[in-house]
């Protein structure tokens, strides 16, 4: 990985929002215009949904099954951002007294999206309206079967419409003004809720974790329900999600991203092992034992994933190294783990990596990419030897002909070398004299970092330290002083912390925050790497 210091004018920002230098140089980094830095500061006050057209339709829709006693069929998703959808849908229809069932599909089995034999089985069990949440937009065969059969099909979700559709009842982006347009499943959900007087908090947590999970933009509205969510967690608590975590103490979005999200999702992708339609009765449980025993299975499950993972790196698998892309194919990856996979090959090779296992008499592929790379972009030139392809720039799936793998291969093969040019990343240079607890505090008032506001890195040279260890033998941790603060650097990859004769680190890049431990605060700086510069 290269890098180059980010060196644009941040003495406008210093002066302008009266902010200290780490801050200033961060908005300097983001380089957003003069609207978005003022929402980053000072708030963001999204449009009224009061008379949204789409919200009002469903709203009428809904008091029809409610007073013509009808059943509602929710049919989810089977990753964090559809169990949560899922969950909030079918506790919104509890409230409202109308009579409900659910299905997540299975993710191995049955894939992704509404299909026409759920349809027919929902309507043989006697449903009149079908909900889908986090899905429905592609599902134009199951939804033409619901019409077939006189059932009414509600659309919640937040992916992109691949084509002009027939559906009289849509909630997505696309319905609702801007500030809306990058929502999660779960965000489309919780407008429905709010829309229809529901502000509970278990709406705002569950939307709040779907919109870390699902890594939509950090920005206007998502920035909101996040800020919200983490607020509501941290004041009122919710035992069900709690209980999936290693703290339950300060959390934020960090905390929910590394530790509840992967839980949560573990049950989809261990979909031979697990069901996780548990989950929604899960996330809507009080009790704290049956709570706690069902947290412990789920974590349990959740560490055997870690470990399938681990242990793959010991499987048999074929390796072909390409001009852009790194590929393993083994007939004993896990298919729900193979996205994992790619993206820890990805972050230790730093190039973008395709990994693939059989399923019958075809092959499942997962992508993911590094930065200035758009995998989802690069592979649409061979759609034509796809039966199935989704993705975005960062990630990507698809499904291909074992006897059309060769071929694809050959392709790949004869592309050019578009690696062959560095894709730096950008860090901010610190004065050590900036290093203060009171400036680090000020950066979390851009809070809550995810995509579109990455937690930024920072370039730190000549760091004073007076202890190296390895903490739990492992991972390096560095302690020293500066400005009369406790400081500590700790990395958890594979990067040492090396000092110099004088005792000094002399070059490092990571992040900055504040670590709270027994009414003691220290400055943490969370190492992401050794500097490698770019010599431009």
């Known amino acids: 990985m290269t890098y180059i210091i980010d060196d644009k004018d941040y003495h406008f920002y210093m002066d302008k929002y009266q902010v200290a230098p780490i801050l200033a140089k961060a908005l300097a980094f983001f380089d957003y215009d003069e609207t978005t830095v003022s929402q980053l500061l000072y708030g963001y006050q999204p449009k009224s ?192 999600i709690t209980a999936l975590l290693k703290t339950t103490a300060n959390i934020d979005e960090d905390t929910i991203a590394y530790q509840l999200i992967p839980a949560l999702n573990t049950l989809g992708r261990l979909a031979d092992e697990a069901n996780p339609n548990v989950l929604v009765e899960y996330l809507q449980l009080n009790d704290p034992k049956t709570i706690n025993n069902t947290a412990a299975q789920i974590s349990a499950l959740n560490s055997k994933r870690k470990n399938m993972v681990r242990d793959a790196a010991n499987i048999s698998r074929s390796f072909y190294e390409l001009p852009n892309y790194n590929v393993y194919l083994s007939d004993d990856y896990h298919e729900g783990i193979i996205g994992l996979l790619a993206n820890h090959h990805m972050l230790q090779e730093h190039k973008p990596v395709l990994v693939g296992t059989s399923n019958l008499e075809t092959l499942k592929f997962s992508g993911r990419s590094i930065k200035g790379f758009d995998i989802h972009a690069q592979l649409m030139a ?26 694809f291969i050959d392709d790949l093969q004869k592309e050019n070398g578009i690696l062959d040019q560095p894709f730096p990343s950008s860090v901010i240079a610190v004065e050590l004299n900036d290093l203060t607890i009171e400036n680090i505090e000020e ?44 400081v500590e650097i700790i990395s958890f990859n594979d990067k040492k912390i090396i000092t110099d004769q004088q005792g000094c680190l002399s070059e490092i890049i990571g992040t900055l925050s504040i670590n709270y431990y027994l009414n003691r605060k220290k400055i943490n700086i969370l190492v992401e790497d050794v500097s490698y510069f770019n010599s431009d």
């Open 49 to 240: 949904l009061k008379h949204n057209p789409a919200l009002e339709k469903i709203s009428k829709r809904l008091n029809k099954a409610m007073q013509n006693q009808e059943s509602v069929f929710v049919f989810g998703d089977y990753d964090a951002d559809g169990v949560c959808a899922t969950t909030m849908m079918i506790a919104l229809l509890k409230r409202m007294n109308i009579r409900c069932g659910y299905y997540i599909p299975n993710r191995l089995r049955e894939g992704y999206g509404l299909n026409k034999q759920t349809v027919l089985n929902a309507h043989e069990k006697g449903y009149a309206l079908i909900m889908t949440v986090d899905n429905g937009v592609s599902a134009f065969s199951a939804l033409d079967t619901a019409r077939e059969c006189g059932m009414d099909v509600i659309i919640c979700d937040h992916h992109i419409i691949p084509e002009e559709m027939d559906a009289p009842f849509l909630l997505h982006p696309s319905t609702l003004p801007e500030g809306y347009d990058n929502l999660c499943g779960a965000g489309v959900v919780l407008q429905l809720a709010l829309f229809l007087g529901y502000d509970d908090s278990l709406f705002w947590i569950l939307a709040m974790a779907a919109t870390i999970g699902d890594m939509v933009e950090m920005l206007r509205v998502n920035r909101l329900i996040v800020q919200e969510g983490l607020k509501r967690l941290n004041q009122e608590g919710c035992l069900a």
């Open 382 to 407: 061979y759609q034509h030897y796809f039966s199935a392809f989704g993705g975005h720039k960062q990630a990507c799936g698809f499904t291909i002909k074992t006897e059309n793998f060769p071929a």
């Open 443 to 486: 950066l979390d008032r851009l809070k809550p970092f995810g995509t579109g506001l990455k937690r930024p890195l920072f370039y730190l040279r000549q760091l004073p330290v007076t202890k190296v260890e390895l903490i739990k033998n492992k991972y390096p941790k560095a302690t020293g002083a500066i400005n009369g603060q406790t």
